[in-house]
């Protein structure tokens, strides 16, 4: 099955040596934690900020050709592959035939974004990636527990 995923922020998790991408389920509440190096991280950045580039990089020339070609990324796929790497695929349509090329995972991301494709992911994926970056191990605990009404409880008083 797949899900329908988008760029939700940054974050920085508690106890992780290295910033993450959030991507979300548009229709649900789960989300995909991906480590993610400093120029993959700029070049989504750049994109959500709508910074142009001093000069075109390789994902601008990938989307040039593509458009030149009368090519249309219909959409990227992200998936695990056997050895539980992630990877993804973009789908091409072109000339009236589908194409799928695999790439690296933040060139499809960046690739989806710029092209307005939606972005999709394997529910597989979620098996692996996903956790929420807003909550720490506990944390759930401490909201049900801070959502009691001591009142609940009945009156105490004090001597």
């Given at each position: 099955m797949l899900v329908r995923?988008?760029?939700?922020?940054?974050?920085?998790?508690?106890?992780?040596?290295?910033?993450?991408?959030?991507?979300k389920e548009t229709a649900?509440?789960?989300?995909?934690?991906?480590?993610?190096?400093?120029?993959?991280?700029?070049?989504?950045?750049?994109?959500?900020?709508?910074?142009?580039?001093?000069?075109?990089?390789?994902?601008?020339?990938?989307?040039t050709i593509l458009e030149?070609?009368?090519?249309?990324?219909?959409?990227?796929?992200?998936?695990?592959?056997?050895?539980?790497?992630?990877?993804?695929?973009?789908?091409?349509?072109?000339?009236?035939?589908?194409?799928?090329?695999?790439?690296?995972?933040?060139?499809?991301?960046?690739?989806?974004?710029?092209?307005?494709?939606?972005?999709?992911?394997?529910?597989?994926?979620?098996?692996?990636?996903?956790?929420?970056?807003?909550?720490?191990?506990?944390?759930?605990?401490?909201?049900?527990?801070?959502?009691?009404?001591?009142?609940?409880?009945?009156?105490?008083?004090?001597?």
């Amino acid at each position: 099955m797949l899900v329908r995923i988008e760029f939700v922020s940054f974050a920085a998790p508690e106890g992780e040596n290295a910033p993450v991408v959030v991507l979300k389920e548009t229709a649900g509440d789960r989300h995909l934690l991906l480590p993610v190096g400093p120029l993959d991280a700029g070049a989504i950045a750049m994109e959500t900020l709508r910074i142009p580039p001093d000069k075109p990089a390789a994902i601008h020339v990938a989307q040039t050709i593509l458009e030149n070609l009368g090519g249309t990324l219909t959409r990227a796929v992200l998936y695990l592959t056997e050895s539980q790497s992630l990877m993804a695929r973009l789908e091409i349509l072109a000339g009236g035939t589908a194409s799928s090329i695999d790439c690296r995972l933040f060139d499809a991301v960046v690739l989806a974004m710029r092209c307005r494709a939606p972005l999709l992911a394997r529910e597989s994926v979620f098996g692996v990636y996903s956790r929420s970056p807003f909550r720490k191990e506990g944390d759930t605990l401490r909201m049900q527990v801070a959502a009691i009404d001591t009142l609940d409880f009945g009156s105490v008083f004090l001597e």
